[in-house]
């Protein structure tokens, strides 16, 4: 089993930025990935952003490529999820989530989320 706990969510105005953690805990040491999602108001969860635990192999939604960053420090357990130059588009809950293996947008465990809005 793998716990994952986000934080770091909150409101924000267009422009500005936002640092999103995820505490990751149990079984994490066979994913080889970890990554984000996001659900706004009536449209379907999609994916985010996407890395390895290792680094070097982000992978970014088009609609967010330049302005988010995906990071980890593997000696907490913790990837985060810098934005930049929010947009009120960006306004969803964001969920971090890791797949059994690398297939990251399909990913198997999730965090409870947390509320991001963007304000124009």
């Known amino acids: 089993q793998v716990q994952l706990v986000e934080s770091g969510g909150g409101a924000v105005q267009a422009g500005g930025s936002l640092r999103l953690s995820c505490a990751a805990s149990?079984?994490?040491?066979?994913?080889?990935?970890m990554g984000w999602f996001r659900q706004a108001p009536g449209k379907e969860r999609e994916f985010v952003a996407a890395?390895?635990?290792?680094?070097?192999?982000?992978d970014y939604a088009d609609s967010v490529k330049g302005r988010f960053t995906v990071s980890r420090d593997i000696a907490k357990n913790t990837m985060y999820l810098q934005m930049n130059s929010l947009k009120p588009t960006d306004t969803a809950v964001y969920y971090c989530t890791v797949p059994i293996g690398s297939d990251y947008r399909n990913p198997h465990y999730w965090g409870q989320g947390t509320q991001v809005t963007v304000s124009s």
């Open positions: 890395d390895r635990w290792s680094g070097g192999r982000a």
């Open positions: 149990g079984r994490t040491f066979s994913s080889y990935y």
